[in-house]
Protein backbone atom coordinates (compact mmCIF):
# COMPACT_ATOMS: atom_id res chain seq x y z
CA UNK A 1 0.00 0.00 0.00
CA UNK A 2 3.07 2.28 0.58
CA UNK A 3 3.83 4.51 -2.28
CA UNK A 4 6.22 7.10 -3.48
CA UNK A 5 5.33 9.29 -6.47
CA UNK A 6 8.45 11.68 -8.18
CA UNK A 7 7.88 14.40 -10.19
CA UNK A 8 9.62 17.46 -11.27
CA UNK A 9 12.34 15.61 -14.08
CA UNK A 10 12.84 17.18 -16.90
CA UNK A 11 15.46 19.09 -19.43
CA UNK A 12 17.94 21.87 -18.37
CA UNK A 13 20.81 23.30 -19.35
CA UNK A 14 23.75 23.34 -17.61
CA UNK A 15 23.96 26.23 -14.65
CA UNK A 16 20.04 25.57 -15.27
CA UNK A 17 18.11 24.44 -12.18
CA UNK A 18 15.13 21.90 -11.73
CA UNK A 19 12.87 21.51 -8.50
CA UNK A 20 11.86 17.72 -7.74
CA UNK A 21 9.23 16.58 -5.71
CA UNK A 22 8.39 12.97 -4.17
CA UNK A 23 4.80 12.34 -2.54
CA UNK A 24 4.81 9.53 -0.34
CA UNK A 25 1.53 7.87 0.79
CA UNK A 26 0.63 4.77 2.87
CA UNK A 27 3.41 5.97 5.12
CA UNK A 28 4.42 7.17 8.50
CA UNK A 29 6.85 9.36 9.12
CA UNK A 30 8.09 9.75 12.99
CA UNK A 31 11.70 9.01 13.12
CA UNK A 32 11.91 7.66 9.23
CA UNK A 33 14.43 8.95 6.83
CA UNK A 34 13.12 9.84 2.68
CA UNK A 35 16.13 10.44 0.41
CA UNK A 36 17.19 10.96 -3.12
CA UNK A 37 19.12 8.94 -5.38
CA UNK A 38 19.96 9.22 -8.78
CA UNK A 39 21.64 6.78 -11.37
CA UNK A 40 23.14 7.67 -14.32
CA UNK A 41 23.73 5.16 -17.59
CA UNK A 42 26.24 2.20 -17.08
CA UNK A 43 26.51 3.46 -13.39
CA UNK A 44 25.62 2.57 -10.38
CA UNK A 45 23.43 4.01 -8.67
CA UNK A 46 24.21 6.78 -5.79
CA UNK A 47 23.36 8.47 -2.79
CA UNK A 48 22.33 12.49 -3.24
CA UNK A 49 20.73 13.96 0.04
CA UNK A 50 18.88 12.56 2.74
CA UNK A 51 16.14 14.08 5.30
CA UNK A 52 15.16 12.66 8.66
CA UNK A 53 11.64 13.31 9.47
CA UNK A 54 12.39 13.59 13.48
CA UNK A 55 14.75 16.43 13.47
CA UNK A 56 15.56 17.70 10.33
CA UNK A 57 18.48 16.87 10.07
CA UNK A 58 20.07 16.71 6.23
CA UNK A 59 23.15 15.26 4.02
CA UNK A 60 24.44 15.49 0.88
CA UNK A 61 26.35 13.65 -1.63
CA UNK A 62 29.88 15.57 -2.03
CA UNK A 63 28.95 16.26 -5.69
CA UNK A 64 26.05 18.11 -4.79
CA UNK A 65 26.66 19.89 -1.71
CA UNK A 66 25.67 23.46 -2.37
CA UNK A 67 24.30 22.89 -4.85
CA UNK A 68 21.33 20.92 -4.63
CA UNK A 69 18.68 21.45 -1.53
CA UNK A 70 16.48 18.79 0.51
CA UNK A 71 13.65 19.61 2.18
CA UNK A 72 10.31 17.80 3.66
CA UNK A 73 7.29 18.97 4.34
CA UNK A 74 4.97 16.66 6.86
CA UNK A 75 1.97 17.64 6.63
CA UNK A 76 2.15 17.04 2.71
CA UNK A 77 4.00 13.94 3.48
CA UNK A 78 6.56 15.45 0.19
CA UNK A 79 10.17 15.56 -0.16
CA UNK A 80 11.69 18.28 -2.72
CA UNK A 81 15.25 18.35 -4.03
CA UNK A 82 15.92 21.86 -5.66
CA UNK A 83 18.41 21.89 -7.72
CA UNK A 84 20.70 24.62 -9.14
CA UNK A 85 23.98 25.02 -10.93
CA UNK A 86 23.04 22.13 -12.76
CA UNK A 87 25.80 19.75 -14.86
CA UNK A 88 25.74 17.17 -17.15
CA UNK A 89 27.42 14.88 -14.31
CA UNK A 90 23.93 15.96 -12.77
CA UNK A 91 21.96 13.29 -15.88
CA UNK A 92 20.52 10.41 -14.29
CA UNK A 93 16.83 8.63 -13.12
CA UNK A 94 16.67 10.03 -9.69
CA UNK A 95 14.42 8.07 -6.92
CA UNK A 96 12.36 8.77 -4.22
CA UNK A 97 13.14 6.37 -1.43
CA UNK A 98 12.17 5.87 2.32
CA UNK A 99 13.41 3.89 5.18
CA UNK A 100 10.08 3.20 7.50
CA UNK A 101 11.87 0.92 9.94
CA UNK A 102 12.26 1.82 13.31
CA UNK A 103 15.62 1.36 13.38
CA UNK A 104 18.61 3.25 14.25
CA UNK A 105 20.22 4.84 10.07
CA UNK A 106 24.17 5.29 10.24
CA UNK A 107 25.08 8.12 8.37
CA UNK A 108 27.12 5.30 6.24
CA UNK A 109 23.87 3.61 5.85
CA UNK A 110 21.98 6.95 4.48
CA UNK A 111 24.69 5.97 1.45
CA UNK A 112 23.14 2.44 1.13
CA UNK A 113 20.14 1.81 -1.63
CA UNK A 114 19.68 -1.26 0.45
CA UNK A 115 18.87 0.89 3.72
CA UNK A 116 15.63 1.92 2.15
CA UNK A 117 12.35 0.11 1.89
CA UNK A 118 10.53 1.92 -0.43
CA UNK A 119 11.43 3.09 -3.80
CA UNK A 120 9.40 5.44 -6.61
CA UNK A 121 9.76 4.57 -10.29
CA UNK A 122 11.47 7.47 -10.47
CA UNK A 123 11.65 10.62 -13.07
CA UNK A 124 14.50 11.23 -15.67
CA UNK A 125 16.35 14.47 -15.34
CA UNK A 126 18.54 15.54 -18.04
CA UNK A 127 21.31 18.49 -18.26
CA UNK A 128 22.85 19.63 -21.57
CA UNK A 129 25.91 21.53 -22.13
Not at 5 to 17: L, M
Not at 30 to 48: I, Y
Not at 82 to 104: F, K, W
Request: hydrophobic share 35%; with cysteine; aromatic share 10%.
Amino acid sequence: QAQLAESGGGSAQAGGSLSLSCVASGLAFGNNVMGWFRQAPGLEREFVAAIRWNDGNTNYADSVKGRFTISGDNGKKTIYLQMSNLTPEDTGIYYCAAHVRDTIVTIDELLLPQTYDYWGQGTQVTVSS
